[in-house]
């Protein structure tokens, strides 16, 4: 299993910013399907947006134009710029990591091999 650890979580008002940062072994980040996923207590987690190693990214419908996943090649990072923040953004979100180059149309959990411990991200109205 890979060692997946998120921060950059916290709280701020409605239409504020926060970047969340996953940090991974040297070599995994950059190499396989990165994926945020975020969950409210009692509900599903739901994904939120992935990369694959080429750079390629997805985004879930309800935050496209407002966040942006992207890697960090030598600091094998992976970062989660989330801006125009709405109260409904409000969840834990994780960092997950699926051992393939490619990521799916359709992020599911169940499909992805390794896990962070997730950051808390709270939007106040």
């Not at 409605?14 to 399907?33: D, E, I, K, N, Q």
Request: proline content about 3%; overall charge negative; hydrophobic content about 30%.
């Amino acid at each position: 299993q890979v060692h997946l650890e998120e921060s950059g979580g916290g709280s701020v008002q409605a239409g504020g910013s926060l970047r969340l940062s996953c940090a991974g072994t040297p070599w995994a980040v950059t190499r396989y399907c990165m994926a945020w996923f975020r969950q409210v207590p009692g509900e599903e987690r739901e994904g939120v947006a992935s990369i694959d190693r080429e750079g390629s990214a997805r985004y879930a419908g309800s935050v496209k134009g407002r966040f942006t996943i992207s890697q960090d090649d030598d600091e094998n990072r992976l970062y989660f710029q989330m801006s125009s923040l709405k109260p409904e953004d409000t969840a834990m979100y994780y960092c997950a990591l699926k051992f393939s180059a490619d990521c799916p149309s359709h992020l599911t959990a169940t499909l992805f091999d390794s896990w962070g411990q997730g950051t808390q991200v709270t939007v106040s109205s």
